[in-house]
């Protein structure tokens, strides 16, 4: 199950209100993967998107826990349910194919989702939070995304911020060169989009971040300066643009401070790119004459602009995604009657063992050949019996049809349900059994 919102169903300061920072994230995994009706999760949150992936036999149940957890931490009211979605099974299979394969970012193609969803991932195994289903298909959901850029033109047609940012810089100012460039902060974003300027003609950069150390390593790579946020003031007087990513809590300019940075400039423009989550800038600021503001909502606008010749290799990417997801979906639901099917095995192990063994005290003595005769007749009857169960219970193409089959085999044969332990741990036997069988998506 997926249940999130992104920039496609909730403004920007929604997104804001529920974008969960990476330390926080740890937390936040931490509360979720014990809370009710969950079993594995995975945080995502990006400038456009907070996701949680979900591994639930009570989806219900676990969309409860999510509502609550998002309720008391991010005040979440029911009116405002209607901007998050809830997908299950292989509409959530498809919305994490699409996202990793970047078909579902502020900008088609967006290369950086990769590595984001890389380290949600990693963030969920480091506290135990994905288990053997998430990371089958979190696996899966890179592998998807290295064949639609493989086998689609996105990856050459791919727009970043950066990108973005640099062809809306080039649209205002016709040429960058010896434009003058100020970084608010020292994050990914700022580099890449700082890089993407320098390389095509703008001239000096001053980097500025509340970590000096930061601050002077980034100017080094870039051939710039550092400065301190004591000369904010006077670095944007003099800048052409400032690339805004400081992750501060707060706006770092407000309406008031940039009238009089306008004023001061004779109002000469000065181009703001707040690619910052939560925002660094205030909103109003873009009201002030002599200062264009852009935030990631308008930076999408401006990509979007010349969006018409990747559609076609959307549309390839696409169907990849419907068909991977379709496929994998099948896999997963034959997997998880595998619980179902060891107890059965079990359970016919242990009825027959019983049996044979009574049938040894009326019967016998018997020779050692006979009783390996017996012993390898009985292995063969249990055998037959599990396997064409299994393979009935696997070929089933309808879920609900094989929970209901499951369920009847469960009451035949009066099996225990399988205790399911919390996301990330493993019984003794369960960590016997993984050293002896590959992950599941070693065999998709």
Sequence with gaps: MVIGLNHRTAPLAMRERFWISENRRYEVLQQLKSAEGIEEVVV??????????????????AANSLLHFLG????????????????????????????????DSLVLGEPQIVSQVKAAWEQARTVGAAGRFLNAVLEKALSVSKQVRHE???????????????DLARHIFGSLDGRRILLLGTGKMSELSARHLVENGAGSVVVIDQSPTCARELAEKLGG??????????????ADIVVSSTGCPHVVLT?????????????????????GMPRDVEPDVRRVD???????????????????????????????????????????????????????????????????????????????????????????????????LARELKELPVKEEQE????????????????????????????NERSKKPAIAANY
Aim: aromatic share 6%; proline share 3%.
């Design 44 to 61: 995502l949150s990006t400038c456009c998107r907070t996701e949680f992936l979900v591994w639930a036999s009570e989806p219900t149940l």
């Design 72 to 103: 008391v931490e991010h005040g979440l009211k029911l009116t405002e349910w209607e901007h998050f979605y809830r997908l299950l099974d292989e509409s959530a299979l498809t919305q994490i194919f699409r996202v990793t394969s970047g078909l």
């Design 152 to 166: 689609t033109a996105i990856a050459k047609l791919a727009v970043s911020i950066p990108t973005a940012a640099l």
């Design 225 to 238: 300066t550092a400065a301190t946020l004591a000369d904010r003031w006077k670095c944007m007087l003099q």
């Design 255 to 275: 309406r008031e401070e940039a009238e009089r940075i306008a004023i001061e400039r004779n109002r000469v423009a000065l181009v703001i790119l707040d690619i």
């Design 290 to 388: 002599g200062i264009l503001l852009y935030d990631l909502d308008g930076l999408e606008r401006a990509a979007k602009s010349n969006a018409a010749e990747r559609t076609a290799a959307a549309a390839e990417a696409e169907e990849i995604v419907a068909a991977e997801a379709q496929a994998f979906r099948g896999k997963l639901q034959a997997e998880s009657v595998v619980p179902t099917i060891v107890a059965l095995r079990q359970r016919l192990d242990q009825i027959c063992r019983q049996e044979l063994e009574s049938f040894i005290q009326e019967r016998g003595p018997f020779t050692r050949e006979q009783d390996q005769s017996l012993h390898a007749i009985t292995a063969q009857v249990i055998q037959k019996i599990a396997s064409s």
């Design 404 to 431: 209901q089959m499951t369920a009847a085999v469960t009451r035949l044969f009066h099996l225990e349900p399988p205790k399911r332990a919390l996301a990330g741990t493993r019984s003794e036997k369960d960590e």
